[in-house]
């Protein structure tokens, strides 16, 4: 067995020296960016000892590869811009060659052509703009700025005043993380937590052709062509389910356009594409080519291709587990930053784990690695046996850093690259050189941070997370290709010729017959439904809106805080509690008494991001962390391990609330954590108890050694990414019990892992009084959600009444189908509601079960826990003294009554 052991380890090193020594001998450099692809016929021979091996030279690719950056001009020319913006989000380049510029807390700033001084946008001073969290830019093609906020959908801008479009009159999805043009129409693409949401304003093409145009279904789209008649409703039948969805909405032609992806596109009219289409979920950013087909990529789903009129879509995925090579075939991860089309159709992916190219218009791929590839390989918890690292020489020759940012394609068939962490680069595509950036004075390590890129006129823009925008002196002919994450260059709008520009208009309201066409979908998901049996995991959406208000949406079965009480957390249990929740630290770490920290970062806080805490009647900001800045970011680990055991049957809602806090400062800024979950067998892990003490749990049981290896290689049943965000959010899940289930919180490059609330909920249980009465943690107060009036149908209209049935079907929708309609059904039922005079109760209720806030629900909030503190004070005889002695538990009577 030692000797067969010491045969492999051998020829492992043979076949990477001799990979290395071919990489480096050639005169250019990476495999991943060569014009011309074929594979060589001669043969490689090494000597070892006295004999000699023949190796096979099967996907070494040759003719230009990646010359040494140490060779390549270094890129010091960098002029840094005064803008005020320092936690930069997003750059476009308006119509006349202004600059746009977004801050992630403090709005939107703007700089005219020729100009130095920078206007301020804000919520201060400009009305209809509502928010300061600003996301991503675009200026569409008649010169209009479009703005995607935190967790209030997006603001237009069009020169002389600004209008919110919401979930209401909007997009789908309030988060909006993306915004882009597409090239065919001029349509705007939103990205967001709940799909791709578009605008058809007026086709920049009907003009031209002197028409007007027909449109297909799902895209949105204009086009060109005569297109045949509408399909009759027995051939919709006919059809997948995915394209009836798609295709139910041809009565739409009489104005109404509110319907997932409808295939009739009127201009000025609102259009979805959602899970239910084929899309992956949380798509983040969007390309197009200039035929108008759709490159999305999205957090951790991989790579979405459509071709007009985006019926179907085709997704491409690479592995779910680190691929140990330097290059090779197809994408690297799952995890998409960023995507970009440049000339020539090339498709360019930016990754955690480097560059992916297409030269066939993303039919195939081919990835480059960073040079910090080699030491994530060495930091595994089980790296290859025998691996050994290239020389340092073959690493200069790679990108500078494995986690592409931002892509900006230019004409003459070069790209820059943004990275997270080593600045940019520029990458001939032709002869494989890499110039890499230098930091200019001023500028520390951290700066290297590049969160959005965009080229005009001979410059190229820097948007740096931490040290605000600087532009950078280009030569030789530098145009701008097609789009590219975060930066955009705006095509001639109509108000440089002196036209009036309007606002978009709101989306329109669905009718009673446009719902009524989602109940077929919904029946057959509740079917599903019933099949539902453990283990089940799907990823729902995430909650940007609740922040640290979550006493009654959240842990109404269970609930902790982390870190909470001093060195506990507080639990929020009902009476018929349904689960059991530990966590750990994960099994790779080098101290064998490694375990889980718990933090307390402000005892007593005004923060509303922070979780309130209903037992002291304040805001506290803690966490559990796991302990990850003790070790280098390519180190596979520690990670957070939580463990859920439900003991009931039917479906449960698993809410974990992140909270970067620190993400203004130092390396805290880097966050990008990916959640897994995966089923666990009672066998491979004893019962835990405190998780402080818990951490040696993997270290003195070999089964769940066995099992944490297994996870580790394996396809998690569902999963989510946390990326770059300083906001909180709940990331959610659907499981189905009775059975146990293992939360992975990967720490993904970052500084560590943090955990600041664990929440259950019943999803499709069966209720219990526990459901309906008051949380304990309220002392008796019953802050739960409204209740419409029984005999409310007798009053309704007959579009509220179908928004009702909408509504409840919803209710039960899990499975494939059911938790891709539940909130596009839902919210397109709220819509429907809202705009036929409905109740205040029922709307209320609504709102509630969709974490909508308006400023009267914080008010009720606000009132609800202010109520709840005192009857703890009438019940809890001597809690007065006690806090009279203990300065950290004094209530803080600014924050009782303003959340």
């Excluded at 145009?213 to 051939?235: E, I, Y």
């Excluded at 770490?589 to 309130?612: G, I, K, Q, V």
């Excluded at 899990?814 to 809202?834: D, I």
């Amino acid at each position: 067995m030692k000797r067969l052991l010491a045969m492999f380890t051998l020829r492992s090193r043979v076949v990477e020296r001799c990979y290395i020594a071919a990489r480096v001998s050639t005169a250019h450099s990476n495999a991943g960016f060569r014009p011309t692809w074929h594979r060589p016929s001669a043969r490689c021979w090494l000597w070892k000892g006295a004999g000699v091996l023949r190796l096979a030279v099967s996907g070494l690719l040759v003719g230009a590869g990646i010359t040494a950056a140490a060779a390549q001009p270094n890129l010091t020319t960098e002029t840094r811009l005064h803008c005020p913006a320092k936690f930069v989000t997003a750059i476009a380049v308006g119509p006349r060659g202004g600059l746009w510029a977004s801050d992630e807390n403090t709005g939107i700033y703007h700089c005219k052509a020729g100009a130095t001084e920078w206007d301020s946008f804000n919520t201060a001073n400009s009305p209809g703009l509502v928010s300061n969290h600003i996301y991503s830019l675009c200026v569409d093609v008649k010169g209009r700025l479009w703005a995607g906020t935190l967790r209030h959908g997006v603001c237009v801008y069009n020169g002389t005043q600004w209008r919110h479009y919401g979930i209401t009159t909007g997009p789908l999805g309030s988060h909006v993380v993306a915004i882009v043009n597409n090239p065919r129409d001029g349509s705007v693409w939103m990205c967001t937590e709940a799909g791709i949401s578009i605008y058809q304003g007026e086709s920049i093409t009907s003009k031209a052709q002197g028409k007007s145009r027909a449109t297909v279904s799902g895209s949105n789209v204009a086009k060109s062509v005569r297109q045949p008649s509408p399909l009759t409703p027995a051939q919709i039948a006919k059809l997948p389910l995915n394209v009836q969805m798609q295709l139910s909405g041809q009565s739409q032609r009489s104005g109404d356009t509110s319907h997932l992806g409808a295939a009739a596109y009127k201009p000025h009219t609102w259009h979805y594409i959602t899970r239910m289409n084929g899309l992956p979920p949380n798509p983040d950013c969007i390309a197009f080519n200039k035929q108008g087909t759709a490159f999305v990529g999205t957090l951790c789903g991989g790579l979405a291709i459509a071709h007009y009129p985006y019926t179907s879509w085709r997704v491409i995925k690479g592995p779910w587990h680190m691929p140990r090579t330097a290059d090779g075939r197809g994408l690297p991860s799952n995890l998409i930053n960023c995507v970009a089309v440049g000339p020539g159709g090339r498709v360019y992916v930016g990754t955690d784990l480097g560059l992916a190219i297409s030269r066939n218009g993303g039919e195939s791929f081919r990835y480059e690695r960073g040079r910090d590839y080699a030491a994530k390989v060495l930091g595994l918890w089980h790296p290859p046996i025998g691996y050994r690292p290239p020389p340092q020489a073959f690493l200069n020759k790679l990108l500078p850093g494995d986690h592409i940012t931002c892509v900006a394609p230019v004409a003459d068939g070069k790209v820059w690259l943004g990275t997270w962490r080593e600045g940019y680069a520029l990458l001939n595509t032709h002869s494989g050189a890499i110039s890499q950036s230098r930091l200019t004075a001023g500028l520390r390590s951290l700066d290297g941070y590049i969160n959005a890129l965009a080229i005009t006129q001979g410059k190229l823009l820097i948007g740096r997370y931490g040290s605000g925008v600087a532009e950078l002196q280009t030569t030789g002919s530098f145009q701008p290709a097609i789009a590219a994450r975060n930066g955009h260059s705006a095509p001639p709008p109509a108000a440089s010729q002196g036209v009036p520009i309007g606002l978009p208009t709101p989306a329109a309201a669905p009718s009673a017959a446009k719902l009524a066409s989602w109940k077929p979908t919904l029946q057959t998901a509740k079917q599903a439904t019933k099949q539902i049996e453990y283990p089940y995991a799907a990823f729902l959406r995430n909650d940007w809106r609740t922040q640290g208000d979550w006493v009654g949406r959240y842990g109404r079965q269970y609930g902790i805080l982390c870190a909470a009480h001093f060195d506990l957390s507080f639990r929020v249990v009902s009476g018929n509690y349904a689960a059991n929740v530990d966590a750990v630290c994960g099994p790779h770490h080098r101290n064998p008494f490694e375990s889980m920290r718990e933090w307390e970062t402000a005892a007593d806080t005004h923060n509303p991001r922070s979780l309130y805490i209903p037992q002291l009647g304040y805001r506290r900001q803690t966490n559990w962390d796991d302990h990850g800045e003790s070790y280098p970011t390519t180190f596979q680990g520690p990670d957070l391990w939580v463990r859920l055991h439900l003991h009931t049957s039917g479906l449960y809602r698993l809410s974990l609330y992140l909270y970067n806090k620190d993400g203004h400062s130092g390396s805290d800024r880097q966050r990008d954590w990916i959640i897994e979950v995966y089923p666990l067998q009672r066998p491979y892990c004893r019962p835990m108890i405190r998780p402080v003490l818990s951490a040696m749990v993997f270290q003195n049981n070999y089964l769940a050694q066995r099992w944490a290896a297994w996870a580790m290689q394996a396809t998690p049943l569902a999963v989510d990414r946390a990326v770059n965000f300083w906001a909180p959010l709940y990331t959610r899940f659907a499981l189905a019990g009775p059975g146990e289930y293992m939360v992975r919180l990967v720490r993904g490059s970052s500084l560590n892992t943090e955990i600041c609330g664990i929440f259950l909920d019943k999803a499709d249980a069966l209720r219990t009084q526990f459901d309906d009465g008051a949380m304990e943690c309220l002392w008796g107060v019953n802050y739960r959600a409204p209740r419409a009036p029984i005999d409310l149908a007798a009053k309704l209209s007959p579009v509220v009444k179908s928004a009702m049935s909408v509504w409840h079907q919803a209710k039960h929708a899990f499975g494939v189908h059911g938790v891709s309609a539940r909130w596009p059904a839902r919210l397109l039922a709220y819509r429907a509601a809202a705009d036929n005079k409905p109740p205040g109760a029922l709307m209320a209720r609504w709102r509630w079960r969709m974490d909508i806030w308006t400023a009267q629900d914080r008010k009720v909030f606000d009132a609800n826990m202010n109520k709840a503190f005192w009857s703890m004070l009438r019940q809890w005889k001597g809690l007065k003294q006690f806090m009279a002695t203990n300065q950290l538990l004094q209530p803080n009577s600014g924050e009782l009554g303003n959340g």
